[in-house]
């Protein structure tokens, strides 16, 4: 790397460096101004056009945004169980033993194959019919994990076979047996590989969950929805909620970065 | 049946065969690769397998310790026999013999195969614990007084991906060596290094061979055939074309097609 010492001052690299940067720091500038105008300026041609009630936004905020904490907690018991879900999926999925692999890929087709809006009324709706009934919240909870966990059955498919064959040999050629190899060498270096699509699908998972608001599950789009309604102010109620989502997809996605740059960045 | 010839002065120091092979034969499809290989190894022999590309040399050092199911024959390696099955039965006291087979060999790959998210120390005692169940303090024991050996002991701590690919390769030696195995097998250690890197891994390798460490090693490096063999097999097409004291087979072969490997090898 050239720029790793320092250029002395004057010099032609010293020029180039500092052009550089001066071009970086003006695009970001930039950058950033555009996202305050459009913002900005959407939230201000709203308010002086007399569309936003101020008062309802400072009085139903507390409470929409209270809804915040069960979109999160829902989506965090989601995400663990639908890891679960695909760890023992990918097995089957690999399983030679056909009974296994046949029951691991119709999970995967007919979760697949079918909207998540469907499967959160089938576990709500449906199954009290024959005789299952669950409570809101734990319902959308299996829903969300069941069909993240399909999905997640391949990313973790994938990153298994990913590893390489080597790893797997040099195990064996020690008389490891399947299971050690599986859970001490392949699978640690799976989980790697896979964290970071773990950590995209959280942030799907954070906005998916607000499918569940359907089963009147209090969390940040049934609030919003709640008292947008009552009020006839759902302009300002769905706005805050999307805030709201939005924030949280942004601060999520900025704490999977900082977490993958230090694990790139540790011991492997 | 070649009765293989021995050193007449080293052979006094070896004893009986303890890893045999015997009529193996291996089909890749319809790729007769060997075709019906007798090789015997003494205790404390060092045999150094030669041969052009593609001679099935990297086969048959996996077939022994069963990464490659035989495709006819068999291996006894400590009085433990295995025969090849090869409709892949693969019964689970078949798994459970190979399994055996590979406790009492060990392998070293072209390509280290060290486990990247353990330390050094980690890689060295996790098959003697895990597998042999050795008590851990033992096994870190065993670990430093090998890691000693290969002249690594200040990397105790460090993880594979900050070692060298000479030193990954003196791991990878010194983790064989820490299930203490009957015989070493290596193919090609030191085709993956950098040429300035090859002569501490041949160096350890050499030692190892005077001390008396039965092993077969797949090796394109004659001079230190020379120097570290006990006896030299030639391969050609899956079958021993010659086999003899490295002073004969690398100076005057009988066989015609031994000479001319020699003479276009010594070439490069
Ligand atoms: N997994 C495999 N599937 C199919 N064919 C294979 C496989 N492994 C090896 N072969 C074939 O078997 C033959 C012998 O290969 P092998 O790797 O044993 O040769 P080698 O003597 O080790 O050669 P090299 O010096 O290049 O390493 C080759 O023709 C190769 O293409
Ligand atoms: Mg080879």
Known sequence: MIAADAPEPGSVLYQIEDARARARRSFQVKFALTWVALVGGLVVALYVTGNIDTEFISTWAPFIVAGAWVTVYISLISIVLATLLALIGAMGRMSRNPYLNGVASLYVSLVRGTPLIVQVFFIYLALPQVGVVLPAIPSGIIALSFNYGAYMTEIFRAGIQAVPRGQREAAQSLGMPERQLMWRIVLPQAFRIVIPAIGNDFVSMLKDSSLVSFLAVEELLYRAQLVGRQNFRSLEALIIAATIYWILTIAFSFAQQNLEQRMARGDR | ?268
């Open chain 2, 1 to 268: 049946m070649t009765d293989h010839i021995v050193h007449p002065v080293t052979g006094a120091h070896l004893g009986d065969n303890i890893v045999r092979a015997q009529q193996i034969e291996k089909y890749f499809g319809r790729n007769h690769v060997l075709r019906g290989l007798d090789i015997d190894v003494r205790q404390g022999e060092s045999v150094m397998l030669i041969g052009r590309s593609g001679s099935g040399k990297t086969t048959f050092l996996r077939c022994v310790n069963f990464l490659e199911e035989p495709s006819a024959g068999w291996v006894e390696i400590d009085g433990l026999r295995v025969d090849a099955d090869p409709l892949h039965t693969r019964s689970r006291a078949h798994l459970e013999q190979i399994r055996q087979i590979r406790i009492r060999s060990g392998m070293v790959f072209q390509e280290f195969n060290l486990f990247p998210h353990m330390s050094v120390l980690a890689n060295l005692i996790e098959a003697p614990t895990k597998v042999n169940h050795v008590p851990k303090a033992e096994a870190i024991e065993r670990a430093e007084a090998y890691l000693d050996k290969v002249g690594l002991t200040e990397k105790r701590d460090e993880y594979p991906q900050r070692l060298s690919g000479g030193q990954k390769q003196r791991v990878a030696i010194a983790r064989a060596l820490c299930m203490e195995p009957k015989v070493l097998l290596f193919d090609e250690p030191t085709s993956a290094l950098d040429s300035d890197l090859i002569g501490e891994v041949l160096k350890v390798m050499e030692d190892l061979a005077h001390e008396g460490t039965t092993m077969i090693v797949v090796t394109h490096e004659m001079h230190f055939a020379r120097e570290a063999a006990d006896r030299v097999i030639f391969l050609e097409e899956g079958l021993v074309v010659e086999e003899g004291p490295p002073e004969v087979m690398l100076s005057e072969p009988t066989d015609g097609r031994t000479q001319q490997f020699l003479r276009r090898f010594l070439a490069d």
